[in-house]
């Protein structure tokens, strides 16, 4: 392991793994967070399927903002991941956090998904 923080998150995402499960009609939502990005993925777990994906390095997050390891980031891809999952007919998801604390970028993404319609 790269250091004892990663793993300590990998150690957590597993914890969480064990009750999460996506399907086609809830799909789980898979964040993944790095310095400069954050990455975004619906995920129907039972047939093995990305159903959609979407960063911060996308060219439809990058017109809103300028640099994507920041909360207005994540408020814009949470815009923008909302807004495609509605057009692939997904209205209800089921969070999967990746381990990673519920503050900052993590809760700024979410609180957009919520407020764009997405239900958790």
Known sequence: MKNKKEAARIK?????RKK??????????AVHRSLANLYVQFVDDINEKTLLSVSTADSKV??????????KAAQALG????????????S???FD???????????????????NGLVF
Do not use: C
């Open 12 to 16: 957590r995402h597993k914890r969480l």
């Open 20 to 29: 999460i499960v996506g399907s086609k009609a809830r799909p789980r939502l």
């Open 62 to 71: 990058k017109e809103k903002v300028k640099y994507g390891g920041n909360v």
């Open 79 to 90: 815009e923008t991941a909302a807004s495609l999952a509605k057009s692939k007919g997904i």
């Open 92 to 94: 209800r998801v089921v």
């Open 97 to 115: 956090r990746g381990g990673y604390i519920y503050h900052g970028r993590i809760r700024a993404f979410a609180e957009a998904v919520k407020k």
